[in-house]
């Protein structure tokens, strides 16, 4: 199991890239399964449900994101650089994904999605910064209902993770091969309220084509009952 180490200024970069080495467990991990233990960060994150490929929730969702992270990273130009302020490269959009009455999700129902939608933030950032950042963009986006935005910490703990490669409709076998690794190494899937479905979306699909797209794949899991590998029908052997 890997364990991603946390560096001090975790969002730290001398480049325009997130493929250093401080980064590479959390953002590029391997195009077969792997386990390994989240550790705690920072995120603006909005919430809502619907199929994001149709809903306009969705839409105005990636608005607010995008313009609060961007409107903290450029926060240095217009002289209210934040304490402990350094240079950094906006991380990939991430999302939580859910529906009622299903352990794990159904790409069939889209409609039926509940949302978590985020992007990680720089350690630097409060309640102040974050306040200040809403501020300035309201004056920019009076429409924007910024309301929906909050700053969270998210401690995602032991997942499967994966890189997925190729459109997102074909992720079910990709998950297919991380829930046969978790039972074949004593895991089961641990879905909750809290713990749920997580992708990292690492191409932009308007400029990539579908089967060149990459995605980091999560899904929660836990020790199996007296750690006993597990039967292909998920249940422990009697």
Not at 8 to 22: D, M
Not at 39 to 68: H, K, S, W
Request: hydrophobic share 35%.
């Amino acid at each position: 199991m890997v364990t991603a180490k946390k560096p001090q200024n975790p969002l730290r970069a001398r480049t325009s890239s997130i493929t250093k080495k401080e980064y590479k467990d959390l953002y590029q991990p391997a195009a077969k399964p792997s386990l390994i233990n989240i550790p705690e960060m920072l995120f603006i994150a909005v919430d809502g449900n619907g199929n994001p490929n149709t809903c306009d929730e969705y839409r105005q969702a990636m608005e607010i994101l995008y313009g609060l992270s961007f409107t903290i990273k450029m926060s240095k130009l217009g002289g209210n650089m934040p304490e402990g302020y350094f240079e950094y490269v906006v991380p990939p959009l991430e999302g939580l994904w859910s529906q009622k009455g299903t352990y794990g999700i159904d790409f069939a129902r889209k409609s039926d999605f509940l949302w978590t939608s985020m992007i990680r933030q720089p350690e630097f950032v409060t309640e102040a910064v974050f306040e200040s950042a809403k501020a300035a963009l309201k004056k920019k986006k009076p429409d924007l209902d910024l309301s929906k935005a909050r700053l969270v910490k998210f401690d995602e703990g032991l997942c499967v993770q994966i890189m997925h490669r190729g459109a997102y409709d074909d992720e079910p076998a990709s998950i297919e091969k991380m829930q046969k690794f978790a039972r074949e190494n004593g895991y089961i899937e641990d879905f909750s309220d809290t713990r749920r479905h997580h992708e990292i979306y690492l191409s932009d699909p308007r400029r990539c084509a579908p089967e060149r797209l990459r995605t980091v794949i999560r899904i929660p899991v836990k020790r199996a009952y007296n750690s006993q590998p597990m039967t292909s029908a998920g249940r422990v052997p009697s």
